[in-house]
């Protein structure tokens, strides 16, 4: 069986000098905090955002809709899931427009005080107006809430967007990771070489 590997950036922030300020969106755009009920909703906006992107070809989970159903069940489904830290935005500029699903991100927590941001993604015609980054901050807000100390990530080298968005917010890279894409699991940089090859050359990281 061919397996290929990509390149990923552990990142990190630490939250004990952020201030609680709320997250304010553009004109029009609102936040919908979790609810159980929301699941699906969650798990189509994240496939639209992500189908089409990087991640989506590089985790068939996310370029899938049933995937992305599985993806949420079995975040929400942890014990460790942080609705604090899981939000949706939504477009209605007029209160009797039908609201469009924008973006969505979860959160789940970890021993140590460490939360953990799993997705972020905003569809495609609602992207560089500022949500993914809102996205981000009121996750890290949640955190900060859920009395989490540091938020660490994990993005593809090759997501340019992804890792400028999470270095301005002031995520730094704390380890490189090699990921098997069929299993997820890590793989030393040696083992991951040997595959080069096989690398698609824009899906191989930096
Ligand atoms: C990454 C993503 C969430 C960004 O959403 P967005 O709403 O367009 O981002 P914002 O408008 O808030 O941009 C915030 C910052 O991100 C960075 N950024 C966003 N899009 C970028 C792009 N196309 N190229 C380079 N940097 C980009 C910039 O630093 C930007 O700040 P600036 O506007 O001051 O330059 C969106 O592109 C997406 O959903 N991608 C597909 C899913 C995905 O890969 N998610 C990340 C998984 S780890």
Redesign the pocket.
Known sequence: MTTTAYKRFRMQIDLKRRSLKPVRLPEGYRWLPWRSLLLERHAQVKWR??RE????KVFSCLGESAGCTALMKEIVGQAAFCPAATWMVIYQPEPDWPAVDC?TIQGVTRSGGMGSIQ?????PE??????????VQQALLGFIQAGMGITV????AD????V??Y??LGFRTIQVLYRDSSTGETMTEVEAESRISKWPRRLSGR
């Open positions: 955002s992500f992107d990087l991640d989506g973006g997705n972020v993604g905003v569809i609602h992207r560089g107006l500022g949500l993914g980054r809102a996205l990530l994990e993005v593809t997501n340019i967007a992804a400028q968005l270095q301005s």
